[in-house]
């Protein structure tokens, strides 16, 4: 499908404490003794919004251990990369980021799996109001198994029964949205109307997961609904993505998977009655910004030097569903695994691809996976980075980029300040935000009431 003429990548960061790559709160130049505090996240916001990206995101977990005592082991003898994932509770921290920007997206994530709809409907509407308009819900479905233990269950959650529930969750959040419709307050000091209470609904949802009668407590966001971004790239996660979201974070490394996925999404989009120009499609990329390339490489090297192997071994189990590796030499191949973990398995199979694919030793599959997390790895000047940017961008393999800076606040600062004028230069981002609210900076409409139609 051909772009329209006003079409232009959109920027968002996904803020990971001190830096995305396994070993960056190593780096001398991390916030990772920052991390618990305001002004280190500020710090970044406010770069953000300094090179005109569309929005900050977090992600979240509501665990520290996966579940398994080896992996609580690990953490407690310092052989497990926990510290990037140690942030703060996002919605609480955005508000707090809210009253500190004035033009950036806030999205944080939370989950379908054990949150509940009311809860979450209400914060996130609370938050858009607080922003003016800039809230954004993440949908996760959760893939770490230990959450169940600290949600009263016994055991996590089984990967279709996650979807299902979220398919029924994200339904009952968007009605709650629109329980009070817009101008329901009429706050009429001379007639002494407080509320036009023919714009008071229940939302009376009986079904499979939920009982919700409503109204939600908040009146309707400012967007109408938050925006609402979905990251699941298995089929169910697709199935939801299509039918929901606004925006879809992906995790692919080449130009080729990017491509396929953006088309499948787009179709997928189509099939639903949607315009596939309203689903934004963005995938992770992990930028090591250097003004030449051997600086970028030599930036690299230090990183990767920094990786501790028992840490390296230590995350690719994770994400392989804490399939054992002790036996197997690290610079031997990657065994045959036959289980998929009920975690992440879109994660577990892009691991696996990858290093069958790249005949990867061990080693070599956690090395790579330490600096990108299975996003895309762009290495190089600012040139350099801007033509591979650009080239995902008019080859439609994209409509923006989440960033995963590898160290922060230094990688983020460099690609603030070296690659995102060059990105101006070309016209293909944003120099100036539009005015309005989040949808209207990035193209969306407002939805219209559901309880309307």
Known sequence: MARRPDDRLKLAILI?????HVAGWRHPESGTQDVGRLAHYARIAKKAEEGKFDIIFFADSSALYDGTPEHQARVLKGLE???????LEPFTLLSALSTLTEDIGLVGSATTTYEEPFHVARVLASLDHLSEGRAGWNLITSANPAEAQNFSRDQHVAHADRYDRAEEFVDVVCGLWDTLDDGVFVR?????????????????????????????????????HPIIAQAGSSEPGRKLAARTADMVFTAQRSLDSAKAFYADIKQRVIAEGRDPDQVLVVPGIVPFVGRTKEEAEAFHRELQDLIVPEVGLA????????FDLSAYPLD???????????????????????????????????ESIASASGHGLIMGSP?????HMELWFREEACDGFNLLPPVTPKAFDDFVDLVVPELQRRGIVQSEYRPGTLRDKLGLPRP???LLK
């Open 16 to 20: 990971n404490a001190s830096g995305s």
């Open 81 to 87: 990369a926990t510290e990037p994932k140690r942030h």
């Open 188 to 224: 009429n000091r001379e007639t002494g109307q407080y509320a036009d209470l023919s714009k008071v609904r229940t939302l009376d949802r009986q079904g499979k997961h939920f009982s919700v009668r409503g109204p939600l407590n908040v009146v309707r966001p400012p967007q109408g």
């Open 315 to 322: 995350l690719l189990i994770e994400l392989l569903g804490e």
């Open 332 to 366: 031997g191949p990657l065994p045959p695994i036959d289980a998929i973990p009920e975690g992440s398995k879109s994660r577990f199979e892009l691991v696996t691809k990858l290093a069958r694919a790249n005949n990867y030793t061990i080693r070599q599959t956690y």
């Open 383 to 387: 040139e350099e980075i801007a033509d």
């Open 448 to 450: 219209v009431n559901s």
